[in-house]
T-cell receptor
């Protein structure tokens, strides 16, 4: 079946730092989504990407749909404490592969 | 602004017990989904529904049943709970397959 590799698995952030994470797929996707999950809550959509090469921003967050359609990147600029949480990428193929496939998540924590 | 509502939030079951996880959405969405989330893992699709009266298996359907008698409700049934079903369960809905999925806050289930 389709596989999504998300990295890094976890990272520590210091306020003001920029953060990057990415997802790669074993197959082509038509849609890439980035969700954030706070403790005890369900995932909330941050950014949706629908076209190869698309670059979309949402405040301090920027995500890109890779040209190969097999990867996507999420960048957070000038991180703040409320950015901590788990970030998930999700991809959707076409036709019978139309269900979302989720990455395992990137956990952001505050640097001690 | 209710969105997707899941009940209960927490539950402890004994092996072999049965229970129903409730999910309701008030956005008149056609599609509804059940996922499970295990520690350090992404969401895995259990079952989904494209409309009232229609359900289909996802990636991990064994041990679960669903029904969709109305557009609003999509309950998930565990008939004989097993320790392997200890997880956090999320319900989600979307207008159609290509649209954004909105998630509930989750039900945390422990089977002991």
């Amino acid at each position: 079946g389709q596989q999504l590799n998300q990295s890094p698995q976890s990272m520590f952030i210091q306020e003001g730092e920029d953060v990057s994470m990415n997802c790669t797929s074993s197959s082509i996707f038509n849609t890439w989504l980035w969700y954030k999950q706070d403790p005890g809550e369900g995932p909330v959509l941050l950014i949706a990407l629908y076209k190869a090469g698309e670059l979309t921003s949402n405040g301090r967050l920027t995500a890109q749909f890779g040209i190969t359609r097999k990867d996507s990147f999420l960048n957070i600029s000038a991180s703040i404490p409320s950015d901590v949480g788990i970030y998930f990428c999700a991809g959707r193929g076409g036709g019978s592969q139309g269900n979302l496939i989720f990455g395992k998540g990137t956990k952001l924590s505050v640097k001690p | 602004n209710a969105g997707v509502t899941q009940t209960p939030k927490f539950r402890i079951l004994k092996i072999g017990q049965s229970m129903t996880l409730q999910c309701a959405q008030d956005m008149n969405h056609n599609y509804m989904y059940w996922y499970r989330q295990d520690p350090g893992m992404g969401l895995k699709l259990i079952y989904y529904s494209v409309g009232a009266g229609i359900t289909d298996k996802g990636e991990v359907p064994n041990g679960y049943n669903v029904s969709r008698s109305t557009t609003e409700d999509f309950p998930l049934r565990l008939e004989l709970a097993a320790p392997s079903q200890t997880s956090v369960y999320f319900c989600a809905s979307s207008k159609d397959r290509e649209n954004i999925q909105y998630f509930g806050a989750g039900t945390r289930l422990s089977v002991l």
